[in-house]
């Protein structure tokens, strides 16, 4: 039992994985031809326009979640504190990006994935630490938030 509660923890992680490499921002000229779209969202009392908004947040989400992908099933099994820790970790820097940027639509934005993200963590730590198998049944939409929050993030940032 404790293999497979591992092995839906970790399936899910990798899905999560994915979606905050193709959740995250991009810096490239994307934006650019839509500048037209977003440049009343730029002048809300921010100076932060919402392409550099964008960019910071990808780069640190990018950086707060690669940590995931190192994380395999035999390590859940063998350290499942270890797993929740480098879980909170990431959410914990996820946060901080959300907190680090001034742009209100993109903090919005990325602040509703951090509260997945920490929804998430939260969840991992019943389902590994607590060895809950009824919460194993809540991973699926919690993993739904999640990507719903990043796609949000990547609309916003695509224009």
Known sequence: MNRRIAALTIATVAVLGLTACSGSPSSSGESTPNAGNSAPAQEQSSDQSLTDACAEAGAQVQKATSGLNDLDVAAAAADPQGTIATYTEAAEAVGAAAESISNPE????????????????????????????????????????????AAAVGELCAG
């Open 106 to 149: 993109v903090k919005a934005a990325v602040s509703a994935f951090h509260e997945d993200f920490s929804s998430m963590t939260e969840l991992l730590s019943k389902v590994l630490i607590d060895q809950d198998t009824a919460a194993v049944a809540e991973l699926g939409a919690v993993a739904t938030e999640i990507q719903e929050s």
